[in-house]
């Protein structure tokens, strides 16, 4: 079955790379779990936490998160573009690697730092569309209607905490991920980049 070409972008998800998991899953994890635990000590004391006020924590980050929407598009179009032979090489010491169906024809491919950069900057304009597409949607629904269960409104703000602190932070460290590829990684040579993974190795 065909993929919908308007989800081309979670390709991303399916490269795979020992650290690349950190940035996927455990640090938005780690982040989520520790928004989720300021917000339920907040609330327990009393402290309210404007999240969709006028002046709440979902306005400015939904203004963010446009803002990240076309500088992810302009780092796309940079990487498609950018002049270098080394861009086009598979990535050295040990390259994130992609299986899917349709672009690699189900077997591991290895990635050149072009096709990575592509696939995550491409995920990242996704992701942040998402984001702000599930701040807004919250904001229009907010307040939401009573519910009989008492504790009803706080366990759904909770769960909202939890899953939206997730996808900002997924956006976030993957973002980090990209500049750091943009301001240094591009323009290390290969044969630069070998040494410096045989240094760690050894330290």
């Not at 000590?41 to 709440?56: N, P, R, S």
């Not at 730092?113 to 696939?119: E, G, H, K, N, T």
Request: with cysteine; charged share 15%.
């Amino acid at each position: 079955m065909q993929r919908p070409r308007l989800f081309t972008a979670l390709v991303y998800l399916k490269i795979t790379h020992p650290v690349k998991r950190w940035y996927d899953s455990w640090y938005p994890l780690i982040a989520a779990v520790l928004c989720a635990i300021i917000f339920a000590i907040f609330t327990a004391k009393g402290v309210k936490v404007d999240i969709f006020g006028e002046d709440g924590l979902m306005k400015s980050i939904n203004g963010l998160a446009g803002i990240l929407v076309g500088f992810f598009i302009a780092a796309l179009a940079a990487v498609a573009t950018f002049p270098g032979r080394d861009m086009d090489l598979v990535m050295p010491g040990k390259p994130p690697t992609l299986t899917d169906s349709e672009i690699t024809e189900g077997k591991p491919k290895d990635l050149s730092r072009r096709a990575f950069l592509s696939f995550l900057f491409g995920y990242l304009t996704f992701a942040a569309l998402a984001l702000f597409a599930l701040g807004s949607l919250a904001a229009a629904l907010y307040p939401l209607p009573p519910f009989e269960f008492p504790h009803a409104a706080y366990l759904g703000n909770l769960v909202f905490v939890f899953t939206y602190s997730f996808l900002l932070a997924n956006v976030g460290v993957n973002a980090l991920l990209g500049i750091h590829y943009l301001a240094y990684r591009i323009h290390v040579k290969p044969r630069q980049v070998r040494r410096l993974s045989t240094n760690d190795e050894d330290h």
